[in-house]
């Protein structure tokens, strides 16, 4: 079945450095892409998405980028706030289609002036 | 879009009580997804219920543990029963994107703690 191996964290840096949260996936047929943030005390929201091979999610700086040869969706940003730090959640569609998702592990993300 | 709340929002349970999660939609949806997030762990899906039919649950979940209704398109409700330490998790409740465009919307969450 689909899975997803992300980053382990936590991930600790000092604002406007530069983000990279790695995250690869296995999967049969061709999954949406997604990264889902979660701040602290609060749901999912999604952050930034991509549905097919070469397409680039963008959302608030961070971008990422379907590569199917790598099988790769590594989220990035060239400088981090403070306000950044959450959990980040790399997922894939399962194989029943987007209503299921699978997720990574989690990615904590810790930002100091 | 989805609009959807979740209550309660936190809870702090006996361990041999049951709980009842609410779910409410601010649009009809086909299916709602319930995930379970144990501490310091990802999502894990439990179940998917659709309306008019018995829930669907995943591997290592089962109905007796984890009784959900679906009474209409806008509202579901996940029961944890007999709770014990193990159970302390966020619950959250999930609905697909109706307007195509492929992504999950999540309440915020049921953060549960059993003693």
């Known amino acids: 079945g689909n899975s997803v191996t992300q980053m382990e964290g936590p991930v600790t840096l000092s604002e406007e450095a530069f983000l990279t949260i790695n995250c690869t996936y296995t999967?049969?047929?061709?999954?949406?892409l997604f990264w889902y943030v979660q701040y602290p005390g609060e749901g999912l929201q999604l952050l930034l998405k991509a549905t097919k091979a070469d397409d680039k999610g963008s959302n608030k700086g961070f971008e990422a980028t379907y590569r199917k040869e790598t099988t790769s969706f590594h989220l990035e940003k060239g400088s981090v706030q403070v306000s950044d730090s959450a959990v980040y959640f790399c997922?894939?569609?399962?194989?029943?289609?987007?209503?299921?998702?699978?997720f990574g592990a989690g990615t904590r993300l810790a930002v100091h002036p | 879009s989805a609009v959807i709340s979740q209550k309660p929002s936190r809870d702090i349970c006996q361990r041999g009580t049951s709980l009842t999660i609410q779910c409410q939609v601010d649009s009809q949806v086909t299916m709602m997804f319930w995930y379970r997030q144990q501490p310091g762990q990802s999502l894990t899906l439990i179940a998917t219920a659709n309306q008019g039919s018995e829930a669907t649950y995943e591997s290592g979940f089962v109905i007796d543990k984890f009784p959900i209704s679906r009474p209409n398109l806008t509202f579901s409700t996940l029961t944890v029963s007999n709770m014990s330490p193990e159970d302390s998790s966020i619950y959250l409740c999930?609905?697909?994107?109706?307007?195509?465009?492929?992504?999950?919307?999540f309440g915020q969450g049921t953060r549960l703690t059993v003693v």
């Open positions: 999930s609905v697909d994107d109706t307007g195509g465009l492929a992504e999950a919307f």
């Open positions: 997922a894939l569609t399962g194989s029943g289609g987007y209503n299921k998702l699978i």
């Open positions: 999967a049969t047929g061709y999954p949406s």
